[in-house]
């Protein structure tokens, strides 16, 4: 009897503890994410990478808050000219909940930044279909 007892304290603690932790690496990811939009709305774009990794990495965002996450970091490796870097973010966003048309402007500023003008445009215009409201860059 006094076995089972201790069992189930033991039971109860871990589960206690592990939703500790859970919450503690949600907080911490969360305030890593705001510090990351934070760089990227100042144009401080390698501080919001710095920022973003860390959030992405602690694996504590909830799935709408990690693509803004992804989006914000290809956004900010376009201005950095790390087309690769942006281009594995919008593959991975790409499986989520991120606005179709968002990911297709996107990868049409990175194929802007390759030089590759024409496939741009190609991007930018299936983008406008789905959502009028995408400009065109003013390099196209």
Do not use: W
Not at 22 to 30: L, N, V
């Amino acid at each position: 009897m006094l076995r089972n007892c201790f069992l189930l304290l033991l039971i109860i603690c871990s589960v206690g503890c592990a939703r500790d932790q859970i919450a503690a690496k949600t907080r911490s990811s969360e305030q890593e994410f705001q510090l990351g939009r934070e760089a990227f709305e100042k144009k401080d774009y390698d501080g919001a990478t710095r920022h973003l990794d860390v959030a992405l990495q602690q694996q504590g965002l909830n799935a709408d808050l990690a693509a803004e996450a992804l989006m914000m970091r290809a956004k900010s490796n376009i201005q950095l000219g790390r087309p690769t870097e942006a281009l594995r973010d919008l593959d991975e966003v790409s499986k989520g909940p991120a606005p179709r048309e968002d990911v297709l402007a996107t990868r049409g500023d990175v194929a802007i930044l390759q030089g590759d003008l024409e496939e741009g445009r190609r991007l930018y215009s299936k983008a406008q279909k789905l959502n009028p409201a995408i400009k065109l860059p003013e390099t196209l």
